[in-house]
């Protein structure tokens, strides 16, 4: 994707202003003439940022600004030890909202909706950041955060809730109880703005019929404001972002090396607003590519595809990369799975063997649908693996983003 004139002066003085004070890109960059970035292919030959580099910079290394300009930090779920933190600024703060409400007119809401957020409020950026998109547009917030499935359907009946936003598997996860009290027609739901992990088309289909809706995907991550910096359209072709706050590129995660566009590959973020920590050629491990062309919504923001998954949830097996999108195909080709699957590798006997537990649709034959599954994912993936089928609502539902592939072999 050809950088703009706008997005190349943003990074200069971005650049500028960094290298103008002690900190961590003064630290970063020593060694390099970031003043001399006057072009794309210069600005590609920067290093890049990753999520441990931010971890050494624990607590407030990354801040770029003086303390009284800080007014909010947010922290990164820090599952492998120590945490990211992220200072906002009073234009960061207030760009994410605007960044937000984009989204939500994008996605065709409006100040008249009724918008239920069940992401979770604290350190983390989701339920706050839909929050404050809505209030910026108008709408009225129904600020419920995670848990507590009986409330939650009560609230949205009774206030007559017209938008979810929720991560994919809480979204199932209140679907599903939707349809087993039958209370369906007491659910005024129109619209679902759903978390960006990704998830299957098959999973979208289940929660976009049992609960009435249409679904939009929203992106973000903390280290880069939150979710918000881009969203699905209602022609539900990839995501589009916001150029003028973020510059994307997709590189190969092994080589590091700029992709031409539409080829698969991880999602670098550099911001071109941001105060409180900007971030330059950040890795976000995200995989998609670049979609060409105009989109038929007439948007003038370019877009990335729905994510394909993580460079960590690619695995090697028998030297075929597997991404977890790829079994999510396989099961959508066949009727009798559903969405919900676990897919597990080990080393066993001097081989790797795979294992895929998935969930059955109710009335089909266990072993006959072992032997189709295990059919299509032969045919489609190339490799065999053992399938052990398990009924509906047997796997793991969670509130917060869930694993479906587990590399047990070292
Ligand atoms: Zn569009």
Same mark, same amino acid.
């Given at each position: 994707m050809k950088m703009h004139d706008n997005q190349l002066r943003q990074i200069q003085s971005q650049l500028k202003s960094l290298m103008s004070r002690p900190g961590f890109y003064r630290q970063k960059f020593r060694d390099i003439d970031a003043a001399g970035v006057n072009c794309q292919e210069d600005f590609e030959k920067l290093p890049f940022t990753r999520k441990d580099d931010l971890r050494h910079?624990?607590?407030? !290394?990354?801040?770029?600004?003086?303390?009284?300009? %800080?007014?909010?930090?947010?922290?990164?779920?820090?599952?492998?030890?120590?945490?990211?933190?992220?200072?906002?600024?009073?234009?960061?703060?207030?760009?994410?909202?605007?960044?937000?409400? @984009?989204?939500?007119?994008?996605?065709?809401?409006?100040? @008249?909706?009724?918008?239920?957020?069940?992401?979770?409020?604290? $350190?983390?950026?989701?339920?706050?950041?839909?929050?404050?998109?809505?209030?910026?547009?108008?709408?009225?917030?129904?600020?419920? #955060?995670?848990?507590?499935?009986?409330?939650?359907?009560?609230?949205?009946?009774?206030?007559?809730?017209? %938008?979810?936003?929720?991560?994919?598997?809480?979204? $199932?996860?209140?679907?599903?109880?939707?349809?087993? @009290?039958?209370?369906?027609?007491?659910?005024?739901?129109?619209?679902?703005?759903?978390?960006? &992990?990704?998830?299957?088309?098959?999973?979208?289909?289940?929660?976009?019929?049992? $609960?009435? %809706?249409? $679904?939009?995907?929203?992106?973000?991550?903390?280290?880069?404001?939150?979710?918000?910096?881009?969203?699905?359209?209602?022609? &539900?072709? #990839?995501?589009?972002?916001?150029?003028?706050?973020?510059?994307?590129?997709? %590189?190969?995660?092994?080589?590091?090396?700029?992709?031409?566009? !539409?080829?698969?590959?991880?999602?670098?973020?550099?911001?071109?607003?941001?105060?409180?920590?900007?971030?330059?050629?950040?890795?976000?491990?995200?995989?998609?590519?670049?979609?060409?062309?105009?989109?038929?919504?007439g948007s003038p923001y370019p877009r990335i595809d729905t994510l394909i998954g993580r460079t960590d949830d690619m695995v090697k097996v028998k030297g075929v990369n597997i991404f977890p999108s790829q079994i999510e195909e396989v099961l959508q080709a066949v009727p009798c799975a559903s969405s919900e699957y676990q897919f597990m590798l080990d080393h066993m006997n001097g081989k790797d063997e795979c294992r895929l537990f998935v969930e059955l649709n109710p009335g089909y034959k266990p072993k006959a649908a072992a032997a189709e599954i295990q059919r299509e994912f032969k045919s489609r993936i190339g490799i065999t693996t053992i399938v052990l089928p398990v009924a509906i609502g047997e796997l793991p539902r969670s509130e917060k983003k869930s694993t479906r592939v587990f590399d047990n072999r070292y």
């Open positions: 910079a624990y607590p407030l !290394g990354l801040q770029a600004v003086d303390d009284e300009a %800080v007014i909010r930090i947010h922290s990164s779920s820090g599952t492998t030890g120590t945490p990211v933190i992220i200072p906002y600024t009073h234009k960061d703060v207030d760009d994410w909202a605007l960044m937000f409400e @984009r989204c939500y007119r994008m996605a065709g809401i409006t100040p @008249r909706d009724r918008i239920h957020i069940t992401p979770g409020y604290g $350190l983390w950026t989701a339920g706050i950041g839909f929050q404050n998109g809505a209030e910026r547009l108008g709408a009225m917030v129904i600020p419920m #955060g995670p848990g507590n499935t009986d409330k939650q359907l009560r609230m949205m009946m009774d206030l007559q809730s017209t %938008v979810l936003c929720a991560t994919s598997s809480y979204a $199932l996860l209140l679907a599903e109880e939707i349809a087993k @009290r039958g209370i369906g027609d007491k659910i005024f739901l129109k619209k679902g703005v759903i978390g960006s &992990e990704r998830w299957g088309e098959k999973m979208r289909r289940r929660i976009a019929r049992e $609960l009435g %809706v249409q $679904l939009f995907d929203i992106y973000g991550l903390t280290e880069i404001y939150g979710p918000g910096i881009g969203i699905s359209c209602p022609y &539900e072709n #990839g995501m589009h972002y916001w150029d003028d706050y973020i510059y994307c590129e997709i %590189v190969d995660p092994q080589t590091g090396q700029t992709l031409p566009d !539409g080829e698969i590959g991880e999602l670098v973020i550099t911001t071109l607003q941001k105060e409180g920590a900007p971030l330059i050629r950040y890795r976000t491990h995200d995989l998609t590519r670049f979609i060409p062309g105009d989109c038929a919504c």
